[in-house]
Structures are given as structure tokens and as C-alpha cells.
């Protein structure tokens, strides 16, 4: 199994450009999330989906958008990258939101918006 | 709203030195507790975890954790640190669907 891969690895982006992360888990986990990761911030969630067909905001999800677009796979868009988006980005998923299972992390992509 | 607090931000130690990293949370409800590790360069991997039942946990590379739940912590210690231990930490709580995150504690072992 690979667990959780993510697509890019590395990203630069120009102000005002958009993209989208990709993120793919093979463990036929019902829940994937997004996360930033910002020096002293920790982990902080962007969107998650709790089962396929539903996703849910965040503690930061503005200029973000996402798409649980089947089981397996969970992209997360910026449709006008701005400077305070350059950070690394992480995907995760769990079997089930809200149970006692862990989450298992991609590899992260980083991001730098100039 | 609930909160993951870690009271070291940066920890050096030297090797064969005791650890013990703090994790404080806010939640009065039933919790499920996490010990996340995250090695320079790569991606977050699950350390330890408590669920119910005896409060010391046991992970990989001998860490543990004991859940005091009056203490309202979960608090990670390990008895003798390794060079290899150099990461970053982070405490975890389950919240519905979500994990509350404490902002991590850096630690450094000196060789």
C-alpha cells in the first residue's frame, strides 16, 4: 500500500495564479483532511471531508476550495494563490472521522506564493 | 472550544538524558489522546496513542505516554533520548470529527 500520496512535492506560484493539491489514499479510509503547517503554528485544518459526498470548513478556509471527488482522492484548490498561502500543505485521512483511529499523513507539498 | 496546549516550544537535551514533553487539553468529554512525531523533512507519523483503559501508554521507539485525566494531560516521556530523537512533536485530541493540534515542541538532541 502507499498510505497517503500528495502531488506536487514542490510549488511556486506568482500572486493572483491558481493550482490545485492532490491527495490519494489507498486504505479505503472514510474521512481526508488538508492541514497548513507554519513554523510555531502547528497543524492547522483548512477543510476536511468525514465521508465521501460531504466536506466541511476548517479553522482556515478562506481562499481554499476542495472536492472529495471519490473515495479515494481529495484536492484542495487556491483559485488566486496570495503570499500568506506559501506554507507546507499536508493531507491526511482516517478510517472514520470521530472515531478513536489515527490519521495517516502524506508526504506534504510545499508552497511558495511570490 | 477545546485546546491542545504544549508548554515547550524547543527542548535540547543531550543524548541518554530523561524526557518529558507536557500536553495539556481542554475537553471534559470522553477522550482519545495522540503523540504525533515529525522527523526534519517528512511527514507526521503516529508515536502513540490512548483510547481507553490503562492510562500508560506504551509507543514505538520507547516512548510513552500516561493519560491523567484530573490532570486533564498526557504528558510523553521517554527514559533515555537518542541523537535520532531530533523531531518535532506534537500532541493531538480528538474532537468530533477532527483532531485538536498543540502547536508541537521542538526537540534537539545533542550528540
Known amino acids: 500500500n502507499a498510505g497517503v500520496t500528495q502531488t506536487p512535492k514542490f510549488q511556486v506560484l506568482k500572486t493572483g495564479q491558481s493550482m490545485t493539491l492532490q491527495c490519494a489514499q489507498d486504505?479505503?479510509?472514510?474521512?481526508m483532511y488538508w492541514y497548513r503547517q507554519d513554523p510555531g503554528m502547528g497543524l492547522r485544518l483548512i477543510y476536511y471531508?468525514?465521508?465521501?459526498?460531504?466536506?466541511d470548513k476548517g479553522e482556515v478556509p478562506n481562499g481554499y476550495n476542495v472536492s472529495r471527488l471519490n473515495k479515494r482522492e481529495f484536492s484542495l484548490r487556491l483559485e488566486s494563490a496570495a503570499p500568506s498561502q506559501t506554507s507546507v500543505y499536508f493531507c491526511a485521512s482516517r478510517a472514520l472521522a470521530g472515531s478513536a483511529s489515527e490519521q495517516y499523513f502524506g508526504p506534504g507539498t510545499r508552497l511558495t506564493v511570490t | 472550544a477545546q485546546s491542545v496546549s504544549q508548554h515547550n516550544h524547543h527542548v535540547i537535551l543531550s543524548e541518554a538524558a530523561s524526557l518529558e514533553l507536557g500536553c495539556n487539553y481542554s475537553?471534559?468529554?470522553?477522550?482519545?489522546l495522540f503523540w504525533y512525531v515529525q522527523y526534519p523533512g517528512q511527514h507526521l507519523q503516529l508515536l502513540l496513542k490512548y483510547f481507553s483503559g490503562d492510562p500508560l501508554v506504551k509507543g514505538i521507539k520507547g516512548f510513552e505516554a500516561e493519560f491523567i485525566k484530573s490532570k486533564f494531560s498526557f504528558n510523553l516521556r521517554k527514559p533515555s533520548v537518542q541523537w535520532s530523537d531530533t523531531a518535532e512533536y506534537f500532541c493531538a485530541v480528538n474532537s468530533n470529527y477532527q483532531l485538536i493540534w498543540g502547536a508541537g515542541t521542538k526537540l534537539i538532541i545533542k550528540p
Open positions: 471531508s468525514a465521508s465521501e459526498g460531504t466536506t
Open positions: 475537553y471534559g468529554g470522553t477522550v482519545n
Open positions: 486504505m479505503n479510509h472514510n474521512s
